[in-house]
């Protein structure tokens, strides 16, 4: 017998409340469009973007849009609920974004993706731009309902974790300037180490023994029983993920049980690294995150990643993926994908 929870959305009040849920954090300022398909309307990809910083009086115009609605389509979504959340004000009576949401009408229509809804959602209550029955659809709209018990089963069996904000995950990975300092100093003597082992001859050979502590570390914290990570060996570590066949085998740690531990060494290393030495562990921790589906952390340190180095090819290729929002197995085809060619 499967006990596995199951997920019944109904309604745009529901999905509403899920919406933390599906992308890790509560949106705010966003544009989220979530895609249905076939007879039940099954809870398919769910695309997170900013709204226009200039105000509610730009809009991004339907070939700007496409890109969504073609993402929407290959994941299979045959219809879209999409949602504006923001916190801006009426104008005259005249609900925020209304171009926005004309727009991506025609965009939703040009792509054959039926429009469930677009609903503003706004102070914890929510009303359709498309229906004009005020009985129906309130001007002061309908109160989000608070998350199903049904949603906290399937989160909790899901292992789903809601963090406060698209702020705390960037937080999460911050870099720490003390313990940069520190690394940057330990980087001295790993530079001293890999010019001995060059002229030794004995360069692979150092290269496999800190494959080998990168391994040993993962398997320590998967263990609990890893001691804090000395600056010598986040150096070592550092230096030795410039590597890139070296990268792309620590890299199989996500699709493990090792995976959340391996994790967890990366963002120890975000803390710690400076740019460009940055930009490994972050695309590392991107495509594991993506790998176990959090599409919000693997975006988060891709930004990490492509800010540090804009030119990682590693990065800008996950980054291609995520935005044209392939399926997370699409991490195991990349992986097996020649180190030489993806970069």
């Given at each position: 017998?499967?006990?596995?929870?199951?997920?019944?959305?109904?309604?745009?009040?529901?999905?509403?409340?899920?919406?933390?849920?599906?992308?890790?954090?509560?949106?705010?300022?966003?544009?989220?469009?979530?895609?249905?398909?076939?007879?039940?309307?099954?809870?398919?990809i769910t695309l997170r973007a900013d709204l226009p910083l200039d105000g509610a009086d730009h809009a991004p115009s339907v070939a700007e849009l496409a890109p969504l609605v073609e993402a929407l389509r290959r994941d299979g979504a045959s219809e879209c609920l999409a949602m504006i959340m923001t916190d801006c004000p009426d104008d005259d009576g005249l609900a925020p974004y209304v171009d926005l949401v004309a727009n991506l009408d025609e965009a939703l229509f040009e792509g054959r993706v039926d429009v469930g809804d677009i609903v503003l959602v706004r102070a914890g209550r929510w009303r359709s731009y498309l229906c004009p029955d005020p009985h129906c659809c309130p001007a002061q709209g309908s109160a989000v309902p608070a998350p199903s018990g049904e949603l906290a089963a399937y989160a909790a069996y899901s292992g789903a974790v809601v963090r406060d904000s698209r702020t705390a995950l960037i937080d999460m990975i911050a870099p720490d300037s003390e313990a940069i300092s520190a690394t940057e100093r330990a980087l001295g003597h790993v530079g001293r180490e890999m010019a001995e082992a060059s002229s030794a001859g004995t360069s692979d050979a150092y290269r496999e023994r800190i494959e080998e502590l990168i391994d040993r570390r993962v398997r320590a914290v998967a263990a609990g029983t890893a001691r804090s990570l000395n600056h010598r060996?986040?150096?070592?570590?550092?230096?030795?993920?410039?590597?890139?066949?070296?990268?792309?085998?620590?890299?199989?740690?996500?699709?493990?049980?090792?995976?959340?531990?391996?994790?967890?060494?990366?963002?120890?290393?975000?803390?710690?690294?400076?740019?460009?030495?940055?930009?490994?562990?972050a695309t590392l921790l991107a495509l594991s995150s993506w790998a176990r589906g959090d599409g919000a952390m693997a975006n988060v340190a891709l930004d990490r990643a492509l800010d540090s180095d804009p030119g990682y090819s590693l990065a800008q290729l996950v980054r291609t993926a995520l935005d044209h929002a392939l399926p997370p197995a699409t991490v195991r085809e990349m992986l097996d994908f020649p180190a030489s060619e993806a970069g």
């Open positions: 017998m499967d006990s596995t929870p199951k997920l019944r959305l109904s309604g745009p009040g529901s999905l509403i409340a899920a919406v933390p849920h599906l992308l890790g954090f509560p949106p705010e300022q966003s544009l989220v469009l979530v895609g249905l398909s076939g007879p039940r309307s099954r809870v398919g060996d986040a150096a070592r570590i550092s230096v030795a993920l410039i590597d890139r066949p070296l990268r792309d085998r620590v890299a199989g740690h996500c699709l493990r049980q090792t995976a959340s531990a391996a994790e967890s060494l990366w963002i120890d290393l975000l803390r710690r690294l400076p740019a460009p030495l940055d930009a490994a562990p």
